[in-house]
């Protein structure tokens, strides 16, 4: 994989670091580390301290996607249903704004997609064009 396409598809990995708990942390180092492994991407510790996360790192790209979606599925957030609202809740409300959170998760997780990997995607794209608030 190129470096273009490392940075971006690290973009998830910028978003899902930031201001984490240690526990939330760990947790999403190890969705990105797993789903690197499963969809054969190479992870470069320095790309993701040289990425800057604002939610638009993620080109619409279908390995950006697969990546983003299996990331999600990997904390137990994305299901073929969709957005699973409570449980993504549950795994940011630590040390964020439960309550500006949870309407934008709310909000966000009514996008549609075609197909489970566009579900994902589609909430990670309203969520940051939604989002008034730092994580």
């Known amino acids: 994989m190129n470096f273009l396409a490392s940075v971006t598809l690290l ?9 984490l708990t240690p526990e939330q942390q760990e947790e999403a180092d190890m969705a990105i580390g797993q789903c690197a492994t499963d969809l054969g991407f190479q992870l470069d510790g320095d ?3 040289i990425v800057k996360y604002n939610g638009t790192l993620f080109p619409g790209d279908e390995n950006s ?6 990331a999600l599925k990997q904390i137990d957030v994305l299901t073929d249903d969709g957005i699973q609202i409570e449980k993504y809740i ?11 959170l949870s309407e934008v998760i709310n909000k966000c997780a009514t996008v549609d997609g075609d197909t489970v990997t566009d579900k994902g995607y589609n909430f990670y794209k309203c969520f940051w064009d939604t989002k008034d608030f730092d994580l």
């Open 11 to 19: 973009g998830l990995a910028a978003f899902t670091l930031a201001a």
């Open 90 to 100: 549950d795994f940011l409300s630590e040390g964020h704004d439960v309550q500006a």
């Open 65 to 70: 996607k697969e990546f983003l979606a299996c």
């Open 47 to 49: 790309i993701i301290v």
